[in-house]
T-cell receptor, first 112, second 114 residues
Framework: AQSVTQPDIHITVSEGASLELRCNYS??????LFWYVQSPGQGLQLLLK??????LVQGIKGFEAEFKRSQSSFNLRKPSVHWSDAAEYFC??????????FGKGTRLHILP | DSGVTQTPKHLITATGQRVTLRCSPR?????VYWYQQSLDQGLQFLIQ???????AKGNILERFSAQQFPDLHSELNLSSLELGDSALYFC?????????????FGEGSWLTVV
């Protein structure tokens, strides 16, 4: 069965600082990996996804993520965060039937 | 706007009651998912339908049921409601099965059980 662990429940960074959100997954086959963002009172919006090929994936809003098979990780990064990036971020793993399981999320706080 | 429409947006009901949440997927999407989001459990996968057939089941209680209709809209029925059922219920949709399609989320239906 597939599962996702996001070890950090809350992360606080200063505006303009770099960001890395951690995600570890468990899945027997090649996973499909996703990062979604949820702003307060909103649904989830896809930031980026990995299916195959280049292990460094570029997404919207200046985010990127790197798939590391040896570490079963898919960490999300951004070189310089903006106050508008404050939100909750979800990592997810999918199988070939599109059953997608989400981690518990990491809430990002931005200091001015 | 993801194109996934959920109604109602907010719902308050009493314990023991039954409610129905409705979802219209994006135009052309055949697959519909239901998720429950609560503070203590996070985002839990409930059930997935594909072209009217149940495809995958997650942590869905027996008091809950869902279906997808021929026009591809879906309904999630929650019965014998308990206080702990208070949560945000998301519907999501994707085009077809396989190959890790992106799923698109609606804005959710807030259910409060009092």
């Amino acid at each position: 069965a597939q599962s996702v662990t996001q070890p950090d429940i809350h992360i606080t960074v200063s505006e303009g600082a770099s960001l890395e959100l951690r995600c570890n997954y468990s899945y027997g086959a090649t996973p499909y990996l996703f990062w979604y963002v949820q702003s307060p009172g909103q649904g989830l919006q896809l930031l980026l996804k990995y299916f195959s090929g280049d292990t460094l994936v570029q997404g919207i809003k200046g985010f990127e993520a790197e798939f590391k098979r040896s570490q079963s990780s898919f960490n999300l990064r951004k070189p310089s965060v903006h106050w508008s990036d404050a939100a909750e971020y979800f990592c997810a793993v999918g199988n070939r039937d599109d059953k997608i399981i989400f981690g518990k999320g990491t809430r990002l706080h931005i200091l001015p | 706007d993801s194109g996934v429409t959920q109604t109602p947006k907010h719902l308050i009901t009493a314990t023991g009651q039954r409610v129905t949440l409705r979802c219209s997927p994006r135009s052309g999407d055949l697959s519909v998912y239901w998720y429950q989001q609560s503070l203590d459990q996070g985002l839990q996968f409930l059930i997935q339908y594909y072209n009217g057939e149940e495809r995958a089941k997650g942590n869905i209680l027996e008091r809950f049921s869902a279906q997808q209709f021929p026009d591809l809209h879906s309904e999630l029925n929650l019965s014998s409601l308990e206080l702990g059922d208070s949560a945000l219920y998301f519907c999501a949709s994707s085009p077809v099965l396989g190959s890790g399609n992106t799923i698109y989320f609606g804005e959710g239906s807030w259910l409060t059980v009092v």
